[in-house]
């Protein structure tokens, strides 16, 4: 049988079941949610899910992005904004944001009120089936070794685990820094840099 390359929440909740020698389940809806191991299987993974995109990765954040403001002047947040702050392109920095009651709000001018275009460098949670399948396993492995350190009294089993964890984060970092092509001289979106060619000097 062919394994899916994608997790889905269901089998991570497995896989962290079986990391932690518990059997698996069919479903982690209805009248799986009566079961306290199972619910707290479940929130640690949305937990984890949730700390590791917090990071903010190439996959998850977008850079000088367009705030859409409202009829009176506010920049609303949806729920799924991790982290945000004015971009780096914004050179005069006339503005401090941070988000209260939902909102963007400007602490140099204290007040809700933007005018003009405000650009975003912004973080967004990703649903976990949406996930490069390296974080997913990341995230797994990073659930697994909090399930075992919480729910299982075997220091072996959680050392064994945070081993576990290292190597999937160190593919982590691997995938991030091939996909997200960073350079060293901070080039960002919409920018070439065309190094030095040593045979442009032979025809002088």
Same mark, same amino acid.
């Not at 079961?35 to 949305?46: G, T």
């Not at 976990?128 to 990341?138: E, G, H, I, K, S």
């Given at each position: 049988?062919?394994?899916?390359?994608?997790?889905?929440?269901?089998?991570?909740? %497995?896989?962290?079941?079986?990391?932690?020698?518990?059997?698996?389940?069919?479903?982690?809806?209805?009248?799986?949610?009566?079961?306290?191991?199972?619910?707290?299987?479940? %929130?640690?993974?949305?937990?984890?899910?949730?700390?590791?995109?917090?990071?903010?990765?190439?996959?998850?954040t977008e850079y000088h992005q367009p705030?859409?403001?409202?009829?009176?002047?506010?920049?609303?947040?949806? %729920?799924?904004?991790?982290?945000?702050?004015?971009?780096?392109?914004?050179?005069?920095?006339?503005?401090?944001?941070?988000?209260?009651?939902?909102?963007?709000?400007?602490l140099v001018d204290h007040t809700f009120i933007f005018s003009g275009e405000v650009l975003l460098d912004v973080t967004r949670l990703v649903q976990?089936?949406?996930?490069?399948?390296?974080?997913?396993?990341?995230i797994i492995s990073r659930a697994s070794s909090r399930?075992?350190?919480?729910?299982?009294?075997n220091p072996q089993l959680v050392t064994l685990l945070q081993t576990q964890e290292a190597l999937s984060r160190a593919s982590v970092m691997e995938y991030e820094t091939q996909q997200g092509d960073h350079s060293f001289m901070g080039w960002g979106h919409n920018t070439s840099y065309s190094p030095y060619q040593p045979y442009k000097a032979l025809r002088r």
């Open positions: 049988m062919t394994q899916l390359a994608i997790d889905t929440e269901l089998s991570a909740v %497995n896989s962290i079941l079986g990391s932690i020698g518990q059997a698996p389940v069919s479903s982690i809806t209805g009248t799986a949610l009566n079961n306290p191991e199972i619910s707290f299987i479940i %929130n640690l993974l949305r937990e984890v899910n949730k700390d590791v995109q917090n990071e903010g990765w190439h996959f998850n705030a859409q403001l409202e009829s009176n002047g506010n920049i609303l947040f949806g %729920n799924d904004i991790l982290r945000y702050d004015l971009c780096d392109g914004q050179s005069l920095r006339t503005q401090d944001v941070v988000r209260r009651d939902g909102k963007l709000y400007n976990f089936v949406d996930l490069p399948p390296v974080f997913q396993r990341y399930a075992a350190a919480q729910l299982v009294s």
